[in-house]
Structure formats: structure tokens, C-alpha cells
């Protein structure tokens, strides 16, 4: 029973020596994104713990990247060495590419009804109030390839939302995609989590 009892307290003290030991480090090793999003000096709060899907750091700097949270997912693209006029263009252009792929286009072959494709407003692209440095926020559904512009109902599996963020400081412009399963839960997390997104000192 001793030896039992002496066991028990040998182990119990190991554990509380290694939870002492990551609370004094931090709390262990720093979530994949935010390290990645160090390297911009940038920083965001997501739903939960981040899993790297594919990175691109050129010379350790976050070029590109997408990271699987949960369900959701969260792809991330920086342009560096950028002035704020190429920064604003850039984001208004990638803006106007989205927003074309929802307006009607012409069939490639002749309709009984009508010779034109249309998308129906449900399923448009809806301005988000921005928050912060926000050239735009956007909330609309993507595809099972997490591609926008599926205009039916039954081709669009997630909710999407993207935004664009500049800071003269950094000079560069991130742009973010935020895609949840559809079918989630009621309040989607993408325009919380790309909100939240700020530039960091540096």
C-alpha cells in the first residue's frame, strides 16, 4: 500500500513539474498561423487550433498559405513591397473579379427562356461592414474546390468570406478566404475571425 501510495506521488509530482514547465514557456509550442502571420507582422483570433495544409515562405517570410481549422479552412496571400495606390488597385481589382463571376452572363448555346445565365441574389456576393485597415470584406459561398461563382444551390458547399488588409508601415496587403461548411452552425465564424485580423508593431 505504501509502495502503491509512493508511486502515485512520484508520478503526481513529474506531472505538475511538466505543466510548470510549459506554463513557463508559454504554454507550449505557438499555433501555426499566428508563427506564420508573425513573419508579416500581422496577427488574427481564430476558432480554434490551426493545422498547416500548404505553406509558401519565401526566406522564411509567409507568402501564401492555407491552414485547416477544424471543419473550416483559411487561405491567406501576401503581396510585400507594395505602395498604397498599387495596394489599393490590387485590392479593388480582386474585388471586381469576384464580383463578375455573379453577373449574368451569356449561355453558349441558345435557351427556350433565355440566352442569358443568371445567379440568383441569394447567392450573391454581400458587402460586410470592414473593421481596421479593411480595403474590403466580403460574405459569399464557394464550391467543394473552395472556387467562387457556383450560382445553384447544390454546387455551393461552403460559406466564404474574404477581405483585404493593407498598412502603409508593412507595405503589403493580405488578402484572406474564410470558407465553413454551409450546412454549419447559424452564426458563421469567417467575418468574426477575418475582423479580427490587425497589423502588429514593428
Same mark, same amino acid.
Given at each position: 500500500?505504501?509502495?502503491? !501510495?509512493?508511486?502515485?506521488?512520484?508520478?503526481? &509530482?513529474?506531472? *505538475?513539474?511538466?505543466?510548470?514547465? @510549459?506554463? @513557463?514557456?508559454?504554454?507550449?509550442?505557438? /499555433?501555426?498561423?499566428?508563427?506564420?502571420?508573425?513573419?508579416?507582422? *500581422?496577427?488574427?483570433?481564430?476558432?480554434?487550433?490551426?493545422?498547416?495544409?500548404?505553406? +509558401?515562405?519565401?526566406?522564411?517570410?509567409? &507568402?501564401?498559405?492555407? @491552414?485547416?481549422?477544424?471543419?473550416?479552412?483559411?487561405?491567406?496571400?501576401?503581396?510585400? /513591397?507594395?505602395?498604397?495606390?498599387?495596394?489599393?488597385?490590387?485590392?479593388?481589382?480582386?474585388?471586381?473579379?469576384?464580383?463578375?463571376?455573379?453577373?449574368?452572363?451569356?449561355?453558349?448555346?441558345?435557351?427556350?427562356? +433565355?440566352?442569358?445565365?443568371? %445567379?440568383?441574389?441569394?447567392?450573391?456576393?454581400? /458587402?460586410?461592414?470592414?473593421?481596421?485597415?479593411?480595403?474590403?470584406? !466580403?460574405? !459569399?459561398?464557394?464550391?467543394?474546390?473552395?472556387?467562387?461563382?457556383? %450560382?445553384?444551390?447544390?454546387?455551393?458547399?461552403?460559406?466564404?468570406?474574404?477581405?483585404?488588409?493593407?498598412? !502603409?508601415?508593412?507595405?503589403?496587403?493580405? #488578402?484572406?478566404?474564410?470558407?465553413?461548411?454551409? *450546412?454549419?452552425?447559424?452564426?458563421?465564424?469567417?467575418?468574426? &475571425?477575418? #475582423? +479580427?485580423?490587425? @497589423?502588429?508593431?514593428?
Amino acid at each position: 500500500m505504501v509502495e502503491r !501510495l509512493t508511486i502515485f506521488l512520484m508520478l503526481t &509530482a513529474v506531472l *505538475a513539474g511538466g505543466v510548470l514547465v @510549459w506554463l @513557463w514557456n508559454g504554454g507550449g509550442a505557438a /499555433d501555426p498561423l499566428a508563427s506564420q502571420l508573425q513573419t508579416v507582422g *500581422a496577427a488574427m483570433v481564430v476558432p480554434g487550433p490551426t493545422a498547416p495544409v500548404r505553406i +509558401s515562405a519565401a526566406d522564411g517570410v509567409l &507568402a501564401e498559405g492555407t @491552414w485547416s481549422i477544424g471543419a473550416d479552412r483559411l487561405r491567406v496571400r501576401v503581396t510585400s /513591397d507594395l505602395g498604397a495606390a498599387e495596394s489599393t488597385a490590387l485590392a479593388t481589382e480582386e474585388k471586381a473579379l469576384i464580383l463578375n463571376l455573379f453577373e449574368d452572363h451569356q449561355v453558349p448555346y441558345p435557351g427556350a427562356l +433565355s440566352n442569358t445565365l443568371q %445567379c440568383p441574389d441569394a447567392l450573391h456576393p454581400v /458587402d460586410i461592414e470592414p473593421r481596421g485597415s479593411a480595403v474590403f470584406l !466580403l460574405g !459569399l459561398y464557394a464550391n467543394d474546390r473552395y472556387a467562387f461563382g457556383g %450560382c445553384a444551390e447544390d454546387l455551393v458547399q461552403f460559406r466564404a468570406t474574404v477581405a483585404a488588409y493593407y498598412d !502603409l508601415a508593412h507595405r503589403a496587403l493580405v #488578402r484572406l478566404e474564410y470558407f465553413e461548411p454551409k *450546412a454549419g452552425e447559424a452564426a458563421p465564424h469567417g467575418p468574426d &475571425a477575418l #475582423r +479580427s485580423f490587425h @497589423w502588429t508593431p514593428g
